[in-house]
């Protein structure tokens, strides 16, 4: 005999599994930070990583950077907003390597002072589609990358056919980044530190699902474990 209970479904804590292909891949070690973890658990956790991948998922709270919700919002969780932006902090304190995708990069915005478009359909306004109709492992739109900058380094390119799964883009910039990768329509895709001594990257596409067939994406992850070893 089963018993049915009613009421929402239970909370889960998970990630994509080629976040943590694409970190075993390029020599580290994967460890997950559930947004259920408390202050305390949260510190001891960071105290043993040497760097930070900040995954993509549902929208930060605007409240956040000061805004009513927009209408298409979703996935609001703010136990993991908490968690995700003490841990940018938390990295930035200790030098750790950031390696921000997607939501990620929206998160390492708004944890350091900046705001975001939250429908970038509606506001900016883009005929350009980043909710992409084709497989997560193809690219569908260009982006121009600064040449001079630190991520363009790291790709080895300074354009580059990226996925896009986003309807959130970062709108003003936060205290101390640079954006240094655009789509056509001039959205942001790219954000690094303006100390260019740190390696802190946020991309606003998703190089853990095109490793297999990217090179610059693949880089991306060596080059954040090798800055995690030193
Ligand atoms: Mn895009």
């Known amino acids: 005999m089963s018993i049915t209970v009613g009421g929402a479904p239970p909370e889960h804590a998970y990630v994509n599994s080629s976040y943590l292909h694409a970190v075993q891949q390029a020599g580290g070690v994967p460890v997950l930070l559930p947004p259920q973890l408390s202050g305390a658990s949260l510190s001891r956790l ?101 040449p001079a900058s630190r991520l363009a380094e790291t790709l080895g390119a300074d354009e580059i056919e990226v996925n896009s799964m986003h309807h959130q883009a970062v709108k003003q910039l936060g205290t101390g980044l640079r954006a240094v990768a655009w789509a056509p329509d001039q959205l942001v895709e790219g954000l690094e530190l303006t100390d260019a001594s740190r390696f802190v990257l946020g991309v606003q596409w998703h190089p853990e699902e095109l490793v297999a067939e990217s090179e610059p994406a693949r880089r991306l992850f060596t080059a954040l474990v090798s800055h995690a070893r030193v």
Do not use: M, W
């Open 46 to 146: 960071l105290r043993g990583l040497d760097g930070l991948v900040l995954t993509g998922g549902g929208d930060v709270d605007p409240a956040l950077f000061g805004e009513a919700p927009h209408p298409k919002l979703y996935g609001v969780a703010p136990s993991r907003d908490t968690v995700e932006t003490t841990s940018v902090r938390v990295a930035l304190d200790r030098r750790l390597p950031i390696l921000a995708i997607c939501r990620g990069v929206q998160v390492l915005n708004v944890a350091l002072g900046g705001t975001l478009y939250q429908d970038v359909g509606s506001d900016p306004g883009t005929s350009l589609r980043h909710s992409q109709d084709g497989p997560r492992d193809q690219p569908s739109h260009k982006i121009a990358i600064e």
